[in-house]
């Protein structure tokens, strides 16, 4: 499939590029921020297609993405000037068998979808709290849910999933076919190739739920913080789950929002959460409610099409002297940057952790973590570097204060729930440090087996879109060459990962680090034109900004080229004795080539 006329003729699907009338449309997603402007956008119709789509991106080298809802802060479903595989217009459905209490999902389905099918007959599972979000990222990234307490997360109720292969090979997935290929995929996120279909365990369910919106003011945490402690503290009913955001209200003043929801009758949710309803809420919309309506709750607060930025925390457990001074940095900072912030909310999601937490760590990729889940979820104005920048220092200044909790996670080891985090696919902001890498803190000491896996599935990382995984080192390749050479960080990081097939293929994960990446400056740039000059900041652009580099190394220099000039480093310099301020957190490939 040489050319892209070919590749058209035997897709069956739509292939969109930009001058395509539908071309703008398809770059949409939930966030306006993560959209990316691709090259092919490929709505696929089957794993045919997918398999196509693959096969041409990587014979013409172009950067993968996969879009199922689109709805990652990350941007994870986006790339530019590459290939997006997008299932939302072919691959949107969920069709129920009743009998059995499964649904066949879609990768491009909703959570709507699945909610609506299920419910007609009676049925449901553990599923998004915002029903426009799709199933696919939810679900590979672990996936809590309102009946998360009953059911377990979302992976726990997955039985099988079909998936494509970066080389195009077609997996049924279960616990008893490929059960390596599934374990990775419960909570090692896209990783490991295109789930083109999830089938899912179903529950009976009732009809109707209690569930709605309890609004108090922020001087109500006095009252409000010590029922939660004591809450936590017992460990929370199955049958319930809220969430606590504390923001500001339409009149800027502070505010504590709850979004409660009781899995029975309006008389028993209103027994449970008495204490709660006795403090006199501003704002009571509780009630009994058709249970397809219980996951659109929060859908008016975070519509498609601003600009938003999350970063996820988890800590010991609510605690009354953190809520309110949280509440009383919402106001200061959306006062003082009123300019960049629209909207500051600090959540925390209250699960009943119990029937998570008993499935053993090690069975699936996702570790279970017994910590309260937090957020802050900001929305910008203005999709600009300088608002970026402001959006981040507010966010990291409320996350700071959780750390001060006693026993609270060491910073870089506290990765908070993956779905939430807006930084997993770019570095981290200049003022931030992490000692450990991220996909290391999220996967413990699962990440081992992962890279095993990836070695195995996708040993080109093609698949490099959410907190990517570094195929693990295949023993041989080592002693294959004098011109292999490990490139390792010595300032607290210890990252560079190669992986050597039968072409020594190699992934090396590299950004500039320290601000602008300053310090890039003490090496030499080789330009392709001929000559050599001081990288300076333009680096730092490139390796931030462009997903994917050429690197070849023959002793006794590692070359790391782009399409605009070519960075040289002798092998002598850059060596486990080096110190160069590098972190290794953004997906590069290439190979090693011997000399």
């Known amino acids: 499939m040489s050319d892209f006329a070919s590749f058209k003729q035997a897709f069956k699907g739509d292939l969109l590029t930009p001058e395509h009338p539908e071309y703008e449309k398809s770059l949409e997603r939930w966030a306006a921020n993560s959209q990316r402007r691709a090259a092919i956008v490929a709505f696929v119709k089957d794993t045919d297609d997918i398999s196509l789509a693959l096969k041409y991106a990587r014979e013409h080298n172009l950067p993968i993405a996969v879009k199922g809802g689109g709805h990652n802060p990350a941007g994870s479903s986006s790339v530019e000037g590459g290939l997006v595989i997008d299932q939302s217009k072919y691959r949107n459905g969920a069709r129920i068998d009743a009998e059995k209490k499964l649904a066949y999902v879609g990768g491009g389905a909703l959570w709507e979808a ?28 672990g996936g809590y849910g309102f009946l998360a307490g009953e059911h377990g997360l979302v992976i726990d109720n997955l039985v099988q999933a079909t998936v494509v292969t970066a080389d195009g090979a077609v997996y049924v997935t279960s616990a008893t076919e490929n059960p390596d290929l599934f374990w990775a995929i419960r909570g090692g996120g896209s990783n490991f190739g295109v789930v083109a279909e999830f089938v899912l365990k179903l529950h009976p369910q009732r009809r109707t739920v209690f569930a709605g919106l309890l609004v108090y003011p922020a001087s109500a945490l006095d009252q409000l913080m010590p029922l939660l ?58 009630g009994e409610i058709p249970f397809e309506r219980l996951n659109s709750l929060q859908n008016d607060k975070v519509p498609h099409g601003k600009n938003y930025y999350l970063k996820p925390i988890y800590q010991p457990g609510p605690d009354i002297d953190i809520a309110k001074k949280i509440s009383q940095r919402i106001v200061e900072l959306t006062s003082a940057h009123s300019d960049v912030i629209e909207e500051i909310a600090f959540i925390y999601e209250f699960w009943p952790l119990d029937k998570i937490c008993s499935v053993p760590q090690g069975e699936t990729a996702f570790q279970r973590i017994r910590r309260l889940s937090g957020v802050t979820h900001i929305i910008f104005k203005e999709n600009t570097e300088e608002h970026l920048k402001t959006t981040r220092m507010v966010a990291k200044e409320l996350i700071d204060i959780t750390h001060t909790m006693k026993d609270n996670l060491p910073q870089d080891q506290n990765t908070g729930y993956a779905n939430y985090n807006s930084d997993q696919v770019s570095s981290l902001a200049a003022n931030e440090v992490m000692t450990t890498s991220k996909s290391e803190a999220l996967f413990g000491d699962n990440l081992k087996r992962l890279a095993d896996l990836k070695r195995k599935y996708d040993p080109e990382m093609v698949f490099s879109k959410w907190f990517s995984i570094s195929p693990a080192v295949a023993a041989t390749a080592a002693q294959h060459t004098e011109g292999f050479c490990f490139v390792t960080c010595a300032i607290r990081r210890a990252l560079a990962m190669a992986v050597a097939t039968g072409a020594l293929m190699l992934r090396l994960l590299a950004v500039a680090k320290h601000g602008n990446g300053a310090h890039f400056d003490r090496w030499t740039a080789g330009l392709a034109s001929g000559g050599s000059r001081q990288l300076g900041n333009a680096a730092a652009s490139i390796f931030t900004n462009m997903g994917s580099y050429d690197v070849r190394a023959s002793s006794p220099r590692l070359q790391i080229s782009t399409t605009a000039f070519t960075i040289t480093l002798s092998a002598r310099r850059y060596t486990q004795n080096a110190t160069p301020h590098v972190d290794i957190t953004h997906g590069v490939r290439g190979r090693f080539v011997s000399t």
């Open 114 to 141: 699945v909610d609506k099918a299920a419910i007609a007959h009676g049925l449901a599972t553990t599923g998004g709290t915002v029903n426009h979000t799709g199933v696919g990222g939810l679900t590979l990234g």
């Open 229 to 286: 402690v004591e809450k936590y503290k017992k460990g929370l009913k199955a049958k319930e789950t809220f969430l606590q955001v504390i923001t500001r209200g339409p009149d800027h003043s502070p505010c504590v929002v709850f979004v409660v929801f009781w899995n029975g009758s309006e008389e028993e949710g209103r027994a449970h959460y008495k204490p709660f309803l006795d403090l006199n809420p501003i704002v009571n919309t509780c």
